[in-house]
C-alpha cells in the first residue's frame, strides 16, 4: 500500500489557520480533516478533542474526545484513518503546540507500532501567519505561555518567543493578503521578518480566494524527522546572515574561545539593541563542558545550559546526536577544543554588524586569560548563569 500524505497546519490565530486548512483541503480529491485541541487540567493526562471530517472520515464527521497523552491519541488516530485507506490527512494542531519537539516525538518511530514514516509521507507543516497578531506578539515579553511539547507542557515562554517558534518550524508560511488590498506596513513587516527566521521556508501570499499552490500538498524529500531534529538540537546549523532585506538585517557572528560571562553580561545592552530574534549557542569559560543556548525574542533572553559538548570517547553521546550534529562537529573539530565554538544569529531593523561583531569579539577571553586553564576559567564569577536570573 502506499504512503498516505500527512499535512500539518498551525496558524497564530484560528481564522489563518482555518483559511490554510481550507486551502490544503481543496488541493486534493478525499483530504480528511483531523483537527485537534489539548485542554489541560490541574493535575494528570489532559483531554485531547479531535474533530474528523471529509470523505475519507468515518461517518463523514466525527467528534471525539479522549485524556490520555495527545501524542500517543494522534498516533493512533492517524494509524486508524490510514487503516481505512485516507491517502491524504490535515492535521490542524492547536496554537498551544510547540511544533518542532511535537512532531519529533509524534514522529518517533515504537516498538509496537513502529514510525509514521513507515505509512505516512510528509507534506510539510504549513503555518498561518497573521500579520496583524504577529506584529502584536513580537512585542510581548511580559507573560507566559506554556506548550505542550510531547507528552507534556513546557516551561512558561514569552509570547514572542512562541510566535517566532511557530515561524521557524514552519515549511511553508502563509500570509493572508490585504482583503483592500493596501498594505499598512504590518505585511510587508512580517514577511520580511519571516524571510529572515526562516529562510528555508516557502513564502505564499493568501489572497481573497484562498488559494494555495499545488505543491503545498505534495511530499518533501525523506528524512523529515532527522531534519526536524537537527533543527532542535542545541548544535544546529546557525541561520546564515543576510543583507538588510524590507528594513531587516540579520548578523552571524562565530568565534573559537570561550566567552568571559562579565564583560558578556556588560556587552548585552549594546548587543542586543533593536534585536528581534537571536539564536544559537554560546561556550562560555565558566562553564567549559556546556552547551549554553542563546534564545531571545522581542526584549527577553534565555540563556541555558542545555547540552554537553561532545567528546571524543563519549560513544553514547556521538550516537544519540543526530546525523546533522556528528557532521558539524566534524566539520569544525579542533584538536584542542573539540567542536568548541560560539555561534549565534541576531536579527532586527537596522542592525549594526560592525558594532555587534565588536562587542561580543570584546568578550572573549585574552592570550593571556587562555593561558590560565580551565582551573582559572571556572574560578571566573559568573553573572549570567550564576546567581543572576536573567529570566
Known sequence: MPKALLSVVLGDTPAVRGAVVDGLLRLSLRPVLLAVTIEARDAGYPVVQRFLSGAGAPAGETSLSATGDPVVILRQDLFHLRRLGAAHIVLALPEDIDALPFLIELWRARVASGSLGDHFAAAGVTVGVDPASFTVDIGCVHRGVRLWSGGDRGEPLTPAEVAVRRVEAADALVVPAPADGTDDGRVSETVALAAHLNAHARLVALGPGGELPDELARPLPSGTEERWRARWEPVAVPRAGRDADGGMTSVLWRARRPLHPERLADALPEVMWRVVRGSGHLWLCSRPDAVVTWRSAGGHLELKEADRWLEP????????????????????????????????????PGLDPEAIHRALNAALLTDAELSLGREGWTAVPDPLLGDVDLR
Open 313 to 348: 570517547a563519549d560513544t553514547d553521546a556521538w550516537e544519540a546526536a543526530s546525523p546533522q550534529r556528528r557532521t558539524l562537529a566534524s566539520w569544525f573539530w579542533d584538536d584542542y577544543v573539540g567542536e568548541r565554538r560560539n555561534e549565534i544569529t541576531l536579527t532586527g
